[in-house]
Nanobody, 123 residues
Framework: QVQLVESGGGLVQAGGSLRLSCAASGGTFSSVAMGWFRQAPGQEREFVATINWVGTTRYADSVKGRFTISRDNAKNTVYLQMNSLKPEDTAVYYC?????????????????WGQGTQVTVSS
């Protein structure tokens, strides 16, 4: 059973930065893709970024150029560096572990999820 624990969320002013972390345990972290999704109140969970086992990445258009996903396979941890934050980035951010090796923006391709971490960006 894979367990994912996110951390690093908080309250930040527009234009600021945050770095989210997701620590994984109980699975073969280095062999699967990992992803970040977010969900704002009253909205569906949406794709943010994903990274495969060798570091290939994919981003949502809304965060491209501002967010960077990375992973440290030795630490079983995936990160999301968020710069130039906007109020519309406010959401609960979830880390997911994909079923396979390849980058995917579909939430249906992720088998395990963390509990989420709140990110609030004030204007």
């Amino acid at each position: 059973q894979v367990q994912l624990v996110e951390s690093g969320g908080g309250l930040v002013q527009a234009g600021g930065s945050l770095r989210l972390s997701c620590a994984a345990s109980g699975g073969t972290f280095s062999s699967v893709a990992m992803g970040w999704f977010r969900q704002a109140p009253g909205q569906e969970r949406e794709f943010v970024a994903t990274i495969n086992w060798v570091g290939t990445t994919r981003y949502a258009d809304s965060v491209k150029g501002r967010f960077t996903i990375s992973r440290d396979n030795a630490k079983n941890t995936v990160y999301l560096q968020m710069n130039s934050l906007k109020p519309e980035d406010t959401a609960v951010y979830y880390c997911g572990s994909a079923r396979g090796r390849y980058v995917t923006s579909s939430a249906a391709e992720y088998d395990y999820w963390g509990q989420g971490t709140q990110v609030t960006v004030s204007s």
